[in-house]
């Protein structure tokens, strides 16, 4: 069946960092592929998604870009703020599902 | 765009009691709702994927008697937690999908937390 293995948290980076968070999939056929980031207390805002091999996802500085080659899907930040702090949910929806399959999830925490 | 508003935000009652948390989306019609569950510091299990004006298709292992989802108009979803008890207590959050097919992303509630005495 389709799932996501995200890189294991926590991750704790300093003000103006480089982010890289780390995604894979295993899915049959093409599937879409999102990144969602839940802020404390709070459900789930959709960050980016890609829906297609290369397509590139951004959105406030993120971005992501869908790597069929290698199955990734690996979420990136030039410089983090302090505001970032939250978890990231990688996911992915196949070809014909209704469903989301999640990542584990990555709770990012930035140091000013 | 894209609103899902998910009330109320926090609930807590007593052992025993049923409880209603409502989905809705605000500013497009939701074809599809979702309902999950989050424990803490841990990702969310899908419990049941409702379509406006069908039964909902419950998850392996999620008691349909017990979580009663009602999926009414195309804004509106309801989860109602039958005779709940301390094991129920637990994050939960509803999303919402217009239209069909696997590029529409879901667009998430801000959760509720319900804790049960």
């Known amino acids: 069946g389709n799932s996501v293995t995200q890189m294991e948290g926590p991750v704790t980076l300093s003000e103006e960092a480089f982010l890289t968070i780390n995604c894979t999939y295993t899915a049959t056929g093409y599937p879409s592929l999102f990144w969602y980031v839940q802020y404390p207390g709070e459900g789930l805002q959709l960050l980016l998604k890609?829906?297609?091999?290369?397509d590139k996802g951004s959105n406030k500085g993120f971005e992501a870009t869908y790597r069929k080659e290698t199955t990734s899907f690996h979420l990136e930040k030039g410089s983090v703020q302090v505001s970032d702090s939250a978890v990231y949910f990688c996911?992915?929806?196949?070809?014909?599902?209704?469903?989301?399959?999640f990542g584990q999830g990555t709770r990012l925490t930035i140091n000013p | 765009g894209a609103v899902v508003s998910q009330h109320p935000s926090r609930v807590i009652c007593k052992s025993g009691t049923s409880v209603k948390i409502e989905c809705r989306s605000l500013?497009?019609?939701?074809?599809?709702m979702f309902w999950y569950r989050q424990f803490p510091k841990q990702s969310l299990m899908l419990m049941a994927t409702s379509n406006e004006g069908s039964k909902a298709t419950y998850e392996q292992g999620v008691e349909k008697d017990k979580f009663l989802i009602n999926h009414a108009s195309l804004t509106l979803s309801t989860l109602t937690v039958t005779s709940a008890h301390p094991e129920d207590s637990s994050f939960y959050i509803c999303?919402?999908?217009?239209?069909?097919?696997?590029?529409?992303?879901?667009?998430f509630g801000d959760g509720t937390r319900l804790s049960i005495l």
């Open positions: 999303s919402a999908r217009g239209g069909t097919g696997r590029n529409q992303p879901q667009h």
């Open positions: 996911a992915l929806s196949g070809q014909g599902a209704q469903k989301l399959v």
């Open positions: 500013d497009f019609q939701a074809t599809t």
């Open positions: 890609a829906t297609k091999a290369d």
